[in-house]
């Protein structure tokens, strides 16, 4: 008894010193999360000239090591390392950028001794990269995006806090096959539901359907779950989408000409979002400039200028009798990066509206 209470003892010693000689080789500790942190720029790495200029500053100035090693409360919480994807502001963000930030989180989430993933972005598209990773990112794993309305160098700058906070939910494993998570002014969204409400507070992003939680103190609060589906039951994959198909967005309102529609088909656009007023509705004279496009292949999506609520189908329009689409209730940005992915994937008007209503 003695003797096997004494072997156990020695046996732990061991494993101890194997565990901290293991953590001295790598910088790994067994037990905390890895969580590889992506940058592409954004105000979150932003710098102004004075610490009174919370709106004046240059976004994307400040390099992930530097972002990181400011927060040493970091390595509290997860083992971090960081990668530099791209330094851009977010609204300079191309089909391109997306591709490849897409196939690195793809590729760092195959490998088992990645936990989680946090993305830093400009808060302008934020909510189009995330829903794009939410569409074609085939895993559990926590990804999660996160921004900042304030540059670092601003009194009361919100990025320390924020990205703090994605590195705790991406480091928890409670965090895992929710879809892609954006984390913003403690509080965590959903990637199809959240966007950017207004360009200058820090309480900016606002999910129509609610939050799915909030992080305090490192803790995450979770209250509900997404209906729809993401990430590992998508059916677009990242590993098969050679390029997004080019889809834009025609914007309505009062005396609207044919005019960028017709320049946006000529110029071999795939699919024109409308983003019409009210309930994604067309303006008589414009029905059959839009009729005409979708003759010709251009799939016609109607979404709304409107935020919250959802476009319905053979309401406003007789969609059915047309061979148009309805976004549901994704706004146009987003419907747009829905498009780009499941035209990509061989989609046709049918297939599109399906997936409207299931993503
Ligand atoms: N224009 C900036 C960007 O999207 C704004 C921000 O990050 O808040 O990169």
Not at 275 to 281: E, I, V
Not at 322 to 333: C, F, I, K, R, T
Request: glycine share 8%.
């Amino acid at each position: 008894m003695l003797r096997a209470s004494r072997c156990g003892k020695y046996l732990a010693v061991l494993a101890l010193a194997l565990a901290s000689s293991l953590f001295a080789i790598t910088g790994f500790a067994a037990d905390r999360a890895h969580v590889v942190v992506l940058a592409t720029g954004g105000t979150i790495a932003g710098a102004g000239a004075d610490a009174a200029n919370s709106a004046t500053y240059q976004a994307a100035k400040v390099p992930v090591d530097k972002l990181i090693a400011g927060i040493p409360e970091l390595a509290k919480v997860a083992d971090v390392t960081g990668e530099q994807v791209f330094q851009i502001a977010s609204e300079s963000f191309t089909n391109d950028n997306l591709m490849i930030l897409g196939r690195r989180v793809s590729a760092l989430l195959k490998d088992p001794k990645v936990d989680g993933v946090v993305i830093t972005h400009g808060t302008d598209t934020l909510e189009e990269t995330a829903f794009f990773l939410n569409l074609v990112i085939h895993s559990d794993k926590p990804i999660v995006v996160v921004g900042s309305m304030r540059p670092g160098t601003a009194i009361s700058a919100d990025g320390a806090l924020n990205l703090l906070d994605a590195v705790s939910v991406a480091a928890n494993p409670e965090s895992r096959g929710r879809g892609v998570l954006v984390v913003m002014n403690d509080q965590i969204d959903a990637a199809r539901d959240v966007t950017k409400t207004i360009n200058i507070k820090t309480n900016a992003f606002v999910s129509q359907w609610g939050a799915l939680g909030m992080i305090v103190e490192g803790k995450s609060y979770w209250f509900r779950k997404v209906d729809k589906k993401h990430t590992i039951n998508s059916e677009f994959d990242i590993d098969r989408l050679k390029e997004l198909a080019p889809v834009e967005i025609a914007y309505a309102y009062g005396n609207v000409g044919k005019e960028a529609y017709s320049a946006f088909a000529a110029a071999g656009a795939k699919a024109i979002i409308h983003a019409g007023t009210g309930n994604g509705s067309v303006a008589n004279r414009m029905v059959p400039v839009l009729r005409d496009l979708q003759d010709h292949g251009v799939q016609i999506i109607r979404s709304a200028r409107v935020w919250g609520g959802f476009v319905l189908r053979n309401a406003e329009q007789p969609d059915d009798q047309y061979g148009w689409v309805v976004a549901h209730d994704l706004n146009p940005q987003k419907a747009k990066i829905l498009a780009s992915v499941a035209i990509a994937s061989g989609m046709d008007a049918k297939a599109l509206q399906k997936a409207y209503w299931e993503y």
